[in-house]
């Protein structure tokens, strides 16, 4: 395992997840989702990643098999599996101490709130807001632009519908699809409590910490009303 000379060791300490009027006031509620392929040097980005300020990485690969994800794993420093969550893999989050499971449409209802501090999970309409489930503390709501990784899936929420959902009291709500520089002071202005970056960043491998810094600089910059 190589890190990059510039690298810092990632945070030993979780951060903590934060309530709704704390968003507007810190820089870390951008996540990142891991591209469903094999990346070259992945491990290193990952942690390039995290050192460089995201809040969570998801790590989701729907034709990984454990010893793949264990592969992965070995090869990320321990300092960063804080920050960590990882797709329908309950035994490897508990066993390498993972933040926590990102739990898919297929799992969901396998869920369960320990021992895991944070739980996850993707939501595609509005009024799955109103019925959300107290065992997850994370939803990403897609698509809410034109996924850039997904050709053809297309964002389908209006941004007076966005404005208008109810949003919860508790736990936090992320936008997924098609998010990137473009478009990330919306996602402020729309009031998400942050959001999850796919495409934007694995679009072009070699440029990942760059196009997160890019995105994160306007999410920092942008106000939110």
Known sequence: MKLLPWQPVCRKKPQPLLNREEIFTCNVMIW????????????????SLLAAGAHRIILRKPNWHTAQYKTLLDNIAPACYAQLLI????????????????WSGHTKEQAVTTP????????????????????FNTWLLSPVFDSISK?????????EAITAMPWPQQGQILALGGV?????????????HGAALLGAIWRTPEKAVESYQHIQSLWNRN???
Request: hydrophobic share 30%; charged share 20%.
């Open 180 to 192: 990137d520089h473009n478009n990330i002071h919306l996602i402020k202005q729309w009031r998400f």
């Open 32 to 47: 990142i989702i891991s591209s469903p392929e094999s990346i070259y040097g992945e491990a290193d980005i990952l942690m």
């Open 116 to 135: 895991f501090r944070e739980n996850s999970t993707g939501i595609h309409h509005a009024t799955d807001i109103s019925q959300m489930d107290t065992r």
């Open 151 to 159: 050709p053809g899936y297309t964002g389908k929420f209006a941004a």
């Open 223 to 225: 106000d939110p009303t």
């Open 87 to 102: 797709r329908d893999q309950p035994q490897l989050a508990t066993d390498y101490q993972l933040a926590g499971v990102h």
